[in-house]
Nanobody
């Protein structure tokens, strides 16, 4: 069983930064592409960023390009989401997800974490 566990959320002022971490236990981490999604109150869960198994390919949703960076450390079974210049509209629960095989940007990931709250005050 693959289990992602997120951490690093919190309350930050607009313009600030946070780094989310997601540790994945279970199978061989490097076999899984990883993604970050978020869900704001009253809205559907949306794609934020994804990274390939080797870390060589990365995708971002347009609203976070230039502000967020996804990375992974396969030796530590961890994927990160560095979030800079945060805006109030980034407020959401952020979820880490894992999928066996190649990178993707839809919600067809196999395993999901419990989420971590990010709140950006104006």
């Amino acid at each position: 069983q693959v289990q992602p566990v997120e951490s690093g959320g919190g309350l930050v002022q607009a313009g600030g930064s946070l780094r989310l971490s997601c540790v994945v236990s279970g199978r061989t981490f490097s076999n899984y592409a990883m993604g970050w999604f978020r869900q704001a109150p009253g809205k559907e869960r949306e794609f934020v960023a994804a990274i390939s198994r080797s870390g060589g390919v990365k995708y971002y949703t347009d609203s976070v390009k230039g502000r967020f960076t996804i990375s992974r450390d396969n030796a530590k079974n961890t994927v990160y989401l560095q979030m800079n210049n945060l805006k109030p509209e980034d407020t959401a629960v952020y979820y880490c997800a894992a999928v066996y095989g190649p990178i993707r940007t839809d919600r067809s990931f196999d395993y999901w974490g419990q989420g971590t709250q990010v709140t950006v005050s104006s």
